[in-house]
């Protein structure tokens, strides 16, 4: 994977390196790439709130993915407002080009 973005030109080796070193879960959500920080959330749980299909607290109390999908049939603007609900921005939502949506 990490060959995979380098060569695609999307990352640079520094920005790749930093990636692996964070506590940072990715996934593909209905065609968006959503990125929990993991060191930034503090478990308000406004992302639950409003998306508990797609969100939900690990034993720990920080937001994780509920399930593996990368379904098309989830609500873009929904899951765009879940994510911009968090009030410590530890979700970061990317386009298909990469461009940063959110928050």
Partial sequence: MINQMLREGKRQRSEVEAWLLSNVDEQV???LTVRIDRDLCVGFGDCIDLA???FEFDENDIAVFKVKTASEEID???LLEACR???VDAIVVL???GEQVAP
């Fill in 95 to 97: 386009d298909g080009e």
């Fill in 29 to 31: 959500v209905g065609g």
């Fill in 52 to 54: 508990e299909d797609i």
């Fill in 76 to 78: 873009q603007e929904a």
């Fill in 85 to 87: 609900s968090c009030p």
